[in-house]
Structures are given as structure tokens and as C-alpha cells.
């Protein structure tokens, strides 16, 4: 399995912008998928982002449609979660994941690897 650390979240106000780290290590990261998601209190995991080995293509999920990106760089291991327009009920822990294989992948079942998350408190 893949290791992951996550970094970059804190508190922020509304409408103000954030960028989330995972860095991977143990296994060659382009041989793997990368993906955030999030869980906030007395909430189910929610997927937020998903992108392939290659960086080719990206998915997100419905909150965050227009407002986030993901990207990749796979010579640093890393895989970045860029939130802008960030609005109070983006506040959760947010969670980096790895999934074997290409495809980027939008469900929480299809991810072996997962971060310990970091928070991220959006204030009104």
C-alpha cells in the first residue's frame, strides 16, 4: 500500500480560498489514482474529487463542481486539492486516498490507501 500524508487545511472565512497536500510515498504513485474526500460531523463520507494516473481525467462531486480542482505532481508524489469560493458547509475532515489503476475513481470502496485527513473549518 501506498502511505499518504495530507496537509494545508485551518480555518478560513467564507468565499476565501485553500489548498490541501497529500503527499504519497512507499509505491510508484503514477501507478495510482488519487482522491479526496470528506466527512463532516454526523455525516457520511462524501467524495469530493478524483483524479487518474495520468492527471488525464478528473471527477468531482456535485458541491464542489466549479469551485475546486485537483491536480498531480508525480515527480513530488503529491496530489493537491485547490478549494476556492469556500463556503461554511465545506467544513469537514478531509481525506486523501489512493486506488490502483487509472481510473479516477469516485467511490470510497474502490480506494485502498487513506491519509489520517486534516480539517477544514470554513467560518461564516
Known amino acids: 500500500q501506498v502511505q499518504l500524508v495530507e496537509s494545508g487545511g485551518g480555518l478560513v472565512q467564507a468565499g476565501d480560498s485553500l489548498r490541501l497536500s497529500c503527499a504519497a510515498s512507499g509505491r510508484t504513485f503514477s501507478n495510482y489514482a488519487m482522491g479526496w474526500f470528506r466527512q463532516a460531523p454526523g455525516k457520511e463520507r462524501e467524495f469530493v474529487a478524483a483524479?487518474?494516473?495520468?492527471?488525464?481525467?478528473?471527477n468531482f462531486g456535485d458541491s464542489v463542481k466549479g469551485r475546486f480542482t485537483i491536480s498531480r505532481g508525480n515527480a513530488k508524489n503529491t496530489v493537491y486539492l485547490q478549494m476556492n469560493s469556500l463556503k461554511p458547509e465545506d467544513t469537514a475532515v478531509y481525506y486523501c486516498?489512493?486506488?490502483?489503476?487509472?481510473?479516477?475513481?469516485?467511490?470510497?470502496?474502490?480506494?485502498?490507501?487513506w491519509g489520517q485527513g486534516t480539517q477544514v473549518t470554513v467560518s461564516s
Open positions: 486516498a489512493a486506488a490502483f489503476g487509472s481510473v479516477a475513481a469516485t467511490t470510497a470502496r474502490e480506494y485502498g490507501s
Open positions: 483524479i487518474s494516473w495520468t492527471g488525464g481525467n478528473r
